[in-house]
């Protein structure tokens, strides 16, 4: 994959000359992340600030009927409904789109209709397309340490659908599995920070670690004329594997991070097992996302609070320790429908509490002039629209920032039976694309939500 | 299969809706004509394809060759296809993140090595005095990488290793076990070892059929006998040419089935087999069954594992037999949460169920019971599924969207089966749910956690029904007898076996060779140990593709 390392490979070879002369000698540093120009509106040398994009996702839809809000506009116009109440803090970023419908066959629930949401494609024996998180990777990444992203988890339990347990793909049969653990993401970012004083010496570790990977890699490309054109293409993401290894211990060598870090089990120390629903698993990881874009580690994650069709509990919002997806998505609680009804509205809010979490420290968090989420924009989606019937028109799809002032936020926009499609692709464009359409079959779509932009 | 986890995608748009049998069962296992049944898919005459490791080959693979106490930090989780990881090993490609994870396990196990040079020089077979020591950088290097690769190296890997040997070796506060460290920290990160590379070359002799080389062969049969990587007489065979024929690679099988690994690959199929990876998310309301202690799950999954392990390997009995046999394998806490006489010691004993205890066969296991259950209550819908998954090969169509909701579970005293039939009425939902729910009543009479009951909310449960087919069955115990006597069951056994052997969906083009592989199991007794052999030695798993008038 091309990705620019324009910053990077220059003094990658500084600080390898600098290693085998076997002496600690000043070094150029990178540019540092808080040069701006006097409006803070970009780098000091016209760069512009770079974009963020998120996917955060949760299973099990929600109730139509209690997450569209009653009014349609912008600001003062339309209220936040009883479902998306909990993301009030951050209506001024906050895009809901209503009406839209799942536009290829329902061949199976939980399914079929996110992977047209995340991907714009049927699924077939796996997803056909990369979901829309991996097709913007390679426009906003850079030479970012992490260019196809970081890819967390909050349940780990799984549903009965095909789609598994990922919500990202860099293509068919290819998911990006996410990280369950706030504790291992902690120990990763952890050694970016820069904690201040003059430059150390490197661990000389890590330029054997990047000797291996030459190695590895040599080796990988003399099994490569061997293959099939299908084998060659998974050598190749093995192969970007290895390369987006050896960029990250490039920046080791170096570290430039200078955000807040939260160790998790320091701030969290009661948030629960890895793979548990809990609102504290969240807050932890959206700790660590926010840090990771704040210092430029990546530009793109996704967060997948629970997969389609999660068949995990709830208890954490004091639901019964139950199956969310059967005993409340489904109603099928032995308590009645009524109990199941509010249940399950209440994990709704749950998420949607969850997501707040996340979208409020990016606004929190100061970027150029202005804040993290104004330069970000974070996509919402579920596996299904209303619950209990599988159904798939008035989806859920939220987006939430402003893309560094290319969408506008703050309004209510619906429009009745249009392909989902095009949301991913508005956010497509904002985010710098330029091709001329999304997704394949029924769901592609060659123009975006003009509404969303401004 | 309801429920895998990683990312498995299920029977979609692959195996599509199997026909139903039109006959009774009850009769004979007559193979052919039933493996018809099996209604299989369509496809692409296979090629061959890199066969990512799985979880637990990696895993073995690296106690095989670093010893079994290396600590293994987690990898990639295993992507199910068609329930098997062999299957989704064939196409499934690492994410950047997996690429990282295998560098954290690979490293900190050789670190654990190499930080003792007792255990590094076991490793290595030699202790290299310095850089200099050519002869026995490379003489560790060409050794240790023949196992893991599962050929010899090349010249060029070969110097591409001890190059990096040395070169770290000869770095300021380096010595050459560091250096040796980080080489074999390379072989065990290339693509060589975390794949099998499995290609086939054109064979004169047969046509110009890609058949596997013989390393090829030794790389596949560690694979799936062993699910690691091959030891030093396999491959030695292969140097000699001698897995090239049947007869070669029977002489093999043979000796690696009475290995102790072959018992580890044999617990992952009865895993995948039978969905088992759920009985580790599988959790059950406390405040309704508060006996379910948290160690139960895994003694469950080692009885089954057990149960299929001793009538492959030690029994050597009629595999279908699994399906009602009152044979099975429980410790102390088993024993008494089964309700069976208390057995001594502390590990698993074999013990007969008895004869007149509900609980019986495959479906009286609690892996199954459990595996296939909800937080508080049964779902028959499931369980169902689950038997027409691994026992009919039935695929079963997902819910169509739309689904009118549900009738109100709350209904005073009505068991699952009469709120169920409610549901069932509805005719979007009946065609789907008729193939599955009647099976799924039958085991009514074993709760959500496996424990024997007469009663389902306040009401007397009703296990009786019929399958598809219109055999008949009266509780968990006349349903496993009657499954075992469904014709299909037979060739639906050997149709995953198969699958898991060669790594892919079975296809019509697979159908000859599976006609005369279920016939021979048939006329074995259905004994699968056999029926391994068959497979392994068979056209198929030695060459990359069927003939084409077979």
């Known amino acids: 994959m091309a990705r620019s390392s324009r910053t990077i490979l220059p003094r990658r070879m500084l600080l390898r000359g600098m290693l085998l002369g076997g002496v600690s000698v000043a070094v150029p540093l990178p540019r540092l992340f808080g040069m701006l120009n006097e409006n803070g509106t970009a780098f000091a040398d016209g760069t512009p600030l770079p974009l963020r994009f998120g996917v955060w996702f949760f299973g099990n839809g929600i109730i139509p009927d209690r997450w569209i809000p009653t009014l349609t506009g912008s600001g003062d116009a339309w209220t936040l409904s009883e479902e998306l109440a909990p993301l009030a803090e951050v209506k001024s970023h906050l895009s809901v789109l209503t009406g839209f419908a799942i536009k290829v066959p329902n061949n199976a629930p939980h399914s079929s209709m996110p992977s047209a949401a995340l991907t714009g494609a049927q699924i077939t024996s796996s997803v056909q397309l990369p979901s829309i998180d991996q097709v913007i990777a390679p426009i906003i990444s850079g030479g970012v340490a992490y260019p196809t992203g970081l890819h967390v988890g909050i349940s780990n339990v799984s549903g009965a659908t095909s789609l598994g347990t990922a919500i990202s793909w860099n293509g068919p049969n290819s998911p990006n599995n996410p990280n369950y653990s706030p504790a291992d993401l902690f120990k990763q970012l952890v050694q970016y920070a820069n904690t201040g004083g003059a430059p150390k010496p490197p661990d000389p570790e890590l330029a054997r670690r990047t000797k291996v990977l030459d190695a590895v890699s040599a080796d990988a490309k003399s099994l490569r004329t061997r ?110 429908v009524t109990y199941a009804t509010i249940g399950f509205n209440t994990g709704v809010q749950f998420a949607m509490s969850s997501l707040a979490d996340t979208l409020v420290r990016m606004k929190d968090t100061p970027d150029g002039a202005g804040n993290l989420l104004d330069n970000s924009l974070v996509y919402t989606t579920s596996c299904v629209s209303e619950s209990q019937t599988h159904g798939g028109t008035d989806y859920p799809l939220l987006v939430a920032g402003k893309a560094g002032g290319k969408v506008k936020g703050d309004q209510h926009i619906r429009i009745v039976d249009e392909n989902t499609s095009k949301v991913p692709f508005t956010l497509l464009t904002a985010m710098g694309g330029t091709v001329t359409s999304f997704g394949m079959a029924e769901a592609q779509v060659n123009s975006g939500v003009s509404e969303l932009l401004t | 299969m309801v429920g895998g986890t990683g990312t498995g995608t299920g029977n979609l748009g692959a195996a599509g809706s199997s026909a139903t049998s039109s006959q009774n069962g009850g009769g004979q296992n007559l193979a052919t004509g039933a493996t018809a049944q099996l209604d299989l898919p369509s496809g692409d005459v296979p090629i061959g394809r890199l066969h990512k490791l799985t979880a637990a080959e990696f895993a073995n ?116 076990l560091v250096g040796m460290r980080h080489a074999l920290w390379a072989i065990l990160q290339s693509p ?71 018992h580890r690959a044999l617990a992952t199929f009865t895993d995948n087999l039978y969905g088992l990876q759920l009985l580790g998310e599988a959790s059950k ?266």
Request: include cysteine.
């Open chain 1, 227 to 336: 293959l099939g054109t299908d084998d060659q293409k998974r050598l190749d993401q093995h192969l970007d594997g290895l390369s987006q290894l050896e960029t990250q211990i490039q920046k080791l060598e170096m570290p430039t991070a200078t955000g807040t870090i939260t160790d998790p089990d320091k701030a969290y120390p009661n948030r629960g097992a890895d793979g548990s629903i809990t609102r504290q698993r969240a807050q932890a990881f959206s700790d660590l996302l926010v840090f990771a874009m704040a210092s430029d580690l990546t530009r793109v994650f996704s967060f997948m609070f629970s997969c389609p069709a999660c068949h995990g509990n709830y208890t954490d919002c004091g639901l019964d320790p139950t199956t969310f997806h059967e005993d409340y998505g489904h109603r099928l609680s032995p308590k009645g």
């Open chain 2, 61 to 176: 693979s690296m106690h095989d060759l670093l010893g079994d106490d290396a600590p293994l930090a987690p990898v990639e989780p295993d992507s199910l296809v068609d329930d098997f990881a062999a299957i989704g090993a064939s196409t499934v490609a690492m994410s950047p993140a997996g690429v990282g994870l295998y560098e954290t396990a690979t490293g900190s196990a050789t670190d654990y090595v190499f930080s003792d040079p007792t255990r590094a020089a076991q490793v290595l077979g030699c202790t290299p005095v310095d850089t200099n020591d050519s002869a026995c950088i490379t003489k560790a290097i060409s050794s240790f990488g023949r196992r893991a690769f599962r050929r010899p190296l090349t010249n060029d890997e070969v110097t591409r290793f001890a190059t990096l040997a040395t070169s770290i070796g000869s770095e300021s506060g380096s010595s050459v």
């Open chain 2, 192 to 262: 060589s070892f975390l794949y099998r590379v499995e290609l086939g070359t054109a064979s004169a002799a047969d046509n110009g059929r890609l058949k596997y080389t013989s390393y090829e062969m030794a790389s596949r049969l560690a694979g799936v006998l062993w699910n690691s990587v091959p030891d030093d007489a396999l491959l030695d065979a292969a140097g000699e040419d001698a897995l090239s024929s049947a007869d070669g690679v029977r002489t093999q099988a043979v000796r690696m089935l009475a290995a102790p690994a072959a």
């Open chain 2, 285 to 550: 309301d406390p405040t309704v069954f508060p006996n379910f202690k948290a160690t139960l799950p895994a003694e469950m999954q080692s009885e089954l594992e057990q149960r299929v392990d001793d009538m492959i390997f030690t029994s050597k009995g009629d595999f279908l037999s699994l399906y009602d046999s009152k044979t099975t394998f429980v410790n102390t806490e088993l024993a008494a949460y089964y309700g069976l006489p208390a057995v001594s010691g502390s590990g698993f004993q074999r013990v007969d169920i008895p004869a007149d205890s509900p609980r019986a066969g495959l479906l009286g296991a609690g892996a199954i019971l459990v595996a296939y259950g909800l937080p508080q209550r049964t779902s028959p819908t499931s369980r169902g599924k689950f038997v027409d998954d691994a026992i009919l090969c039935k695929a079963i169509p997902p819910p169509p969207p739309g689904v009118p909701p549900l009738p109100d579970m709350a209904a005073p005293n009505a068991t699952m089966r009469q709120r169920m039939t409610a549901h069932r009425a509805n005719p979007s939902c009946s065609s789907c749910h008729a193939l599955m729910d009647p099976i799924g009543f039958g085991m009514e009479n074993f709760d959500s956690v496996g424990q024997y009951r007469t009663q389902d909310n306040g009401s007397p449960i009703d296990a009786t029904g019929t399958l598809a087919d219109g055999a008949a069955f009266d509780g968990l115990a006349s349903l496993g007898s009657t499954l075992r006597n469904e014709p299909i069951a037979g060739p639906c056994f050997v149709s995953k076996v198969y699958a898991n052997a060669l790594g892919r969906i079975a296809l019509d083009l697979d159908g000859a060779a599976l006609s005369a592989l279920a016939d021979s199991f048939a006329k074995s007794g259905n004994h699968a140990d056999e029926l391994l052999l068959d497979v392994i030695t068979s056209d198929s798993f030695r060459f990359v593709a069927p003939s084409a008038g077979n």
